[in-house]
């Protein structure tokens, strides 16, 4: 008995240590369904690929050192990546998102779990979609915090407010780069 507590009290002593200090990490776990949603902007209401149907898509929020588990599920009939935008990829280059290079997309019905760890960095990125031009309406806030207990660089802000700016046009994306794709093919 006596073994066990001499082994036993150092790890607990160290668990608590590290996570009262942040010095522990936490892994996050997102859920991203790609779908259609009726979005209205300046009057006009189109149907349009979203991340769990909101324009822009929800915003994922993660402290330095986390883990990041996405999982995105597709419901619509395009293929789809995404991309992690700023994330340096350290050993985990199969999560950066851009379509045929680092990973297949994932097709109608298909899910796939982004999984990587935010390493030395901190502050406000973004994420979007990396195939054809579904990025013009797929696209979040992906905001890193410091670690617990770990302060700003400098004078905490009152308030923080993430500000996205992005296009809102009159036909869809996708469909407007499928019409110029007859005219002049290139690749995604
Ligand atoms: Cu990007």
């Given at each position: 008995m006596d073994g066990f507590v001499r082994i036993m009290f150092p790890i607990v002593a160290i668990t608590l240590i590290l996570s009262v200090y942040g010095v522990a990490s936490t892994t996050r776990n997102y859920e991203f369904n790609i779908q259609l949603q009726n979005v209205t902007r300046l009057c006009h209401t189109k149907s349009m690929v979203t991340v769990n149907g909101k324009f822009p898509g929800p915003r994922i929020v993660a402290r330095e050192g986390d883990r990041l588990l996405i999982k995105v599920t597709n419901h619509v009939s395009n293929n789809i990546t995404i991309h992690w935008h700023?994330?340096?990829?350290?050993?985990?280059?199969?999560?950066?998102?851009?379509a045929y290079i680092t990973q297949c997309p994932i097709q109608t019905g298909q899910s796939y779990v982004y999984n990587y760890t935010v390493v030395g960095q901190r502050g406000t990125l973004f994420w979007h979609a990396h195939?054809?031009?579904?990025r013009a309406s797929v696209y979040g806030p992906l905001i890193i915090l410091p670690k617990l207990h770990v302060p700003y660089p400098f004078t905490k802000p009152y308030k923080e407010v993430p500000i996205i700016f992005g296009g809102y046009g009159g036909c869809r994306a996708a469909s407007f780069a499928e019409a110029l794709c007859r005219v002049h093919c290139h690749p995604p």
């Open positions: 700023g994330i340096r990829q350290i050993q985990s280059g199969w999560a950066d998102g851009p195939i054809s031009w579904l």
